[in-house]
């Protein structure tokens, strides 16, 4: 199953100026990726096995490894946003899940070259990269899902999802159960501990008229990054 299809990160300048190698090389590199891991060499060989000269092959990953890693994770971003329909009669929360489910099957045709990513990621040095990606994949899934905050509550909110996400696809990858029931389940319980969080948050809020110490701050911050994604 091809991965070639990537999509601009929300709210950020992406130069798609090597897009059409980075999808031929990540094709490439992924069946490897299984066995190998993600390496500098494999990144190498698929480079060649697709006939892109090593000069190219660096600019179109300036990065080495973790410009691959990104290119895998946006490609399952742009093919879960592919297979999400418009959430018209579905709860916030069902969306949420949904949206979840969604991105994790994106993967399943690649669950070892995922879980090889998350560990790569895991590593010293690598953390921000590995946040930055699932901070996009819950950006798109919030704004699938039709959320426009653009207070404080815009970066709460995905930050909370990202930290979900990265539970969930920890339990995704070693689960054996059928249709990936133990998975679900595990999500389903995870979403019910957020909603308890916002309920109490809101009695919170309601109390101190809505204000945080940093919520004018992060309000500035989230309408500019909406009007950004937006233009």
Do not use: C
């Amino acid at each position: 199953m091809s991965r070639a299809t990537h999509i601009q990160p929300m709210g950020a300048t992406y130069d798609d100026t090597y897009d059409d190698i980075r999808n031929a090389v990540l094709d490439a590199a992924l069946p490897e990726v299984a066995f190998d891991g993600w390496s500098e060499e494999v990144l190498a060989r698929a480079g060649k096995a697709v006939g892109i000269d090593d000069n190219s092959l660096h600019l179109a990953f300036a990065g080495g490894v973790g410009d691959l890693i990104a290119a895998f994770s946006k490609s399952g971003d742009a093919a879960m946003l592919a297979a999400l329909e418009a959430p018209d009669d579905m709860k916030i929360r069902d969306r949420i899940r949904h949206g979840v489910r969604v991105r994790l099957e994106a993967d399943a045709d690649h669950r070892e070259a995922a879980r090889r990513a998350a560990g790569w990621l895991s590593l010293p040095g690598r953390q921000a990269l590995g946040g930055r990606l699932v901070y996009a994949t819950a950006d798109h899934i919030w704004h699938w899902a039709g959320d426009k905050a653009t207070d404080y509550n815009h970066y709460s909110k995905r930050l909370i999802l990202s930290g979900l996400l990265g539970a969930t696809r920890l339990v995704w990858f070693g689960d054996e159960s059928d249709g990936n029931e133990k998975s679900w389940a595990f999500l389903d319980r995870r979403i019910e501990n957020v909603m308890q969080f916002e309920k109490a948050k809101a009695k919170w809020q309601a109390a101190s008229d809505g204000k945080t110490p940093f919520s004018d701050l992060l309000g500035k911050l989230a309408r500019r990054r909406y009007k950004t994604h937006s233009a």
